[in-house]
């Protein structure tokens, strides 16, 4: 049986990254093919409860601070375990699998915005995920300005809207971000086969049908 194919959504919060995933996902199971979406941190049962612990900003109340190294750990624990219970096996009975962030969250925002650099990232990516690699890695990277206002506005609604607070990234400066950002364009930088950047602002549709269209380029068994 072939090898399934592995896609991971990147970018700052609020990019639009989760939109093009469902979008991606209803398209290509339109199409007839197997799909499976996960998000990280999250998507396995023990990925849900360490998702509790990384994102609410509530935790740091009870627990006190989380130290960056902590941080990392924890987002690798949760890494490791989705792609022995979910993705890898996935993957070897020939799926599509799409996760919404991947080992690139990570060096952004704990290499990045944390300032951990990225050699300790791509060091715990070796040991805590056999340096499984995506076949292909979406970026959405509009301007850091228009990134920044929808992370704020949607986790504003968020939380007034389901009591539930996953605000604890959102709070973090201007400067954090912008380290993110950095990291990201860097990364970009240094993968071009692996990473599609997508800096412009088209609409929902138009940055669909350009993603259907690299994937059906790289796949030859989906149209655009
Ligand atoms: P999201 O589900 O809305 O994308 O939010 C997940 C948050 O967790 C987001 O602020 C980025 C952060 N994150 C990291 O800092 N490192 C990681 O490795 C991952 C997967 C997420």
């Known amino acids: 049986m072939t090898r399934g194919y592995f896609i991971t959504f990147e970018g700052l919060d609020g990019s639009g990254k989760t939109t093009q995933l469902r ?9 007839g093919h197997k799909v499976v979406s996960l998000r990280q941190p999250g998507g396995t049962v023990l990925g849900d409860r360490i998702r509790g612990i990384l994102l609410d900003s509530r935790s740091e109340d009870s627990l006190g601070p989380i130290a960056p190294a902590t941080e990392m750990a924890l987002m ?4 490791a375990q989705a792609i022995a ?33 990225s050699e300790r990232i791509l060091a715990m990516h070796a040991a805590a995920c056999g340096n499984l690699q995506p076949d292909l890695t979406i970026l959405l990277l509009p301007s850091l300005e228009a990134s920044l206002r929808r992370a704020r506005r949607r986790n504003q609604r ?9 605000n604890r990234f959102e709070r973090e400066s201007d400067e954090f971000y912008r380290r993110i950002y950095e990291k990201y364009e860097e990364i970009a930088a240094r993968e071009p086969r692996r990473v599609l950047p997508i800096r412009d602002e088209a609409t929902i549709d ?19």
């Open 206 to 224: 138009q940055i669909h049908t350009r993603i259907l269209e690299v994937i059906a380029a790289r796949l030859p068994s989906v149209t655009a």
């Open 23 to 31: 979008l991606l996902d209803a398209s290509l199971t339109a199409a």
């Open 158 to 166: 968020h939380t007034q809207q389901q009591g539930t607070d996953e």
């Open 76 to 79: 690798f624990a949760d890494r």
């Open 85 to 117: 219970e979910i993705i890898e096996p996935a993957l070897t009975v020939g799926n599509i699998v799409l996760c919404d962030r991947y080992t690139d969250s990570s060096e952004a925002y704990q290499g990045g915005g944390r300032q951990l650099g």
